[in-house]
């Protein structure tokens, strides 16, 4: 075989094999609030609120917390992988209750700490529950919801 020949080979296989589709996936985070009172999420870093991401989720109402897409189907990129960087996040239910959901290390001695392994803790992935949005071949969109329920209430408030 001739160069050529060689060469127009090996561009059409070479074009055949970058003709592929890129995968993609989309995730939604949501704070869902089942409760009776307002709440707000307040995240901290080196003891210092960070104001800009406080959310405010009013009773037996929801709020999409992150939004994002990133390369691969099944990379999904949520809320508890965005505060892990963080030190806390303090939960407000209304005025004067109040729990704190601790990143790795529990400052203090608060009784109420909620550790990052807790089934309930924010930074915990395995405390939301997942839906598949919809799924083609190349593309994925999930959305990912935690819930505070009353029982979280009661538990803070104790």
């Given at each position: 075989?001739?160069?050529?020949?060689?060469?127009?080979?090996?561009?059409?296989?070479?074009?055949i094999?970058?003709?592929?589709?890129?995968e993609?996936?989309?995730t939604?985070?949501?704070?869902?609030n089942?409760?009776?009172?307002?709440?707000?999420?307040?995240?901290?870093d080196?003891?210092?609120?960070?104001?800009s991401?406080?959310?405010?989720?009013?009773?037996?109402?929801?709020?999409?917390?992150?939004?994002?897409?990133?390369?691969?189907?099944?990379?999904?990129?949520?809320y508890?992988?965005?505060?892990?960087?963080?030190?806390?996040?303090?939960?407000?239910?209304?005025?004067?209750?109040?729990?704190?959901?601790?990143?790795?290390?529990v400052?203090?001695?608060?009784?109420?700490?909620i550790?990052?392994?807790n089934?309930?803790?924010?930074?915990?992935?395995?405390?939301?529950?997942?839906?598949?949005?919809?799924?083609?071949?190349?593309?994925?969109?999930?959305?990912?919801?935690?819930?505070?329920?009353?029982?979280?209430?009661?538990?803070a408030?104790?």
């Amino acid at each position: 075989m001739n160069f050529a020949r060689r060469l127009l080979l090996f561009s059409f296989v070479s074009f055949i094999f970058s003709c592929t589709h890129e995968e993609s996936n989309e995730t939604i985070t949501i704070i869902e609030n089942l409760s009776s009172q307002q709440i707000t999420v307040t995240p901290y870093d080196n003891g210092m609120a960070l104001t800009s991401d406080i959310h405010t989720i009013e009773p037996s109402k929801k709020k999409v917390v992150q939004q994002g897409s990133a390369r691969g189907k099944g990379n999904s990129f949520l809320y508890s992988d965005d505060i892990q960087v963080m030190d806390s996040v303090v939960i407000n239910f209304g005025r004067d209750v109040s729990s704190t959901h601790y990143s790795y290390s529990v400052v203090g001695s608060n009784s109420k700490a909620i550790k990052r392994d807790n089934p309930r803790s924010l930074f915990n992935r395995d405390s939301y529950k997942r839906v598949i949005l919809s799924e083609t071949k190349y593309a994925l969109v999930n959305e990912f919801t935690y819930t505070f329920t009353v029982q979280d209430y009661l538990d803070a408030a104790k």
